[in-house]
C-alpha cells in the first residue's frame, strides 16, 4: 500500500471532522435530534406541520456551504473514477442501505457512536464492512470493468 503523501491532507481531515463533531452536538442540544441526513431529508418526503421549516434550513445549509467556501478558495477539482452506471447504482444501494438500517452514516456513525448507541456500532461496522468488500470487489476482482 502506497501513501499519496502530496494528497494527504491530516490536518484539514481533523479540522473537518471536529466541525462535523461541534456541528453534530450542537445541533442535539439546541434541537434534540440526531442530525443524520437521511432521515432529515427523507422528512421532507413526508412533511409533518411544523416540521419543514427546520429541515429546509439544515438542508439549504448543506447545499450552500460548497458555494460559501467558494468564496475564500478554490474548490478542489473532482475526481470520479467512475460509470453513470455505477454511481446511479451506488446511489441506489446507499439509499436501499439506510432504509434497512434506519440511518445513515452521519446518524449512526457520527451521531450515534457518539451517544454510544450499540444499535450505532453494529450499524457502522455493517457499512465499513460493506465498503471495503465493495472497493475490494472493484478494483481487485472485476477490475473496474463493471457498468
Known amino acids: 500500500m502506497n501513501i499519496d503523501f502530496v494528497h494527504f491532507t491530516p490536518m484539514t481531515a481533523l479540522a473537518g471532522g471536529l466541525l462535523i ?3 453534530a452536538a450542537i445541533f442535539a442540544l439546541f ?3 440526531i ?3 437521511s432521515g432529515i431529508v427523507g422528512g ?3 412533511p409533518r406541520s411544523g416540521d419543514i421549516g427546520w429541515r429546509v434550513a439544515f438542508t439549504a ?3 450552500l456551504a460548497p458555494v460559501l467556501y467558494r468564496l475564500f478558495a ?3 477539482a473532482p475526481r470520479i473514477e467512475a460509470t453513470w452506471g455505477m454511481l446511479v447504482l451506488a446511489g441506489l444501494l446507499v439509499g436501499l442501505g439506510t432504509r ?3 440511518g445513515c452514516t452521519s446518524g449512526h456513525g457520527v451521531c450515534g457512536l457518539a451517544r454510544l448507541s450499540l444499535r450505532s456500532l453494529v450499524a457502522t461496522g455493517i457499512f465499513m464492512a460493506a465498503g471495503f468488500a465493495t472497493v475490494f470487489v472493484m478494483r481487485h476482482v472485476l477490475a473496474g470493468g463493471v457498468l
Open 21 to 23: 463533531g461541534l456541528a
Open 31 to 33: 434541537n434534540g435530534r
Open 35 to 37: 442530525a443524520g441526513i
Open 44 to 46: 421532507l418526503l413526508r
Open 61 to 63: 445549509g448543506l447545499l
Open 74 to 76: 478554490p474548490l478542489p
Open 100 to 102: 434497512y438500517g434506519s
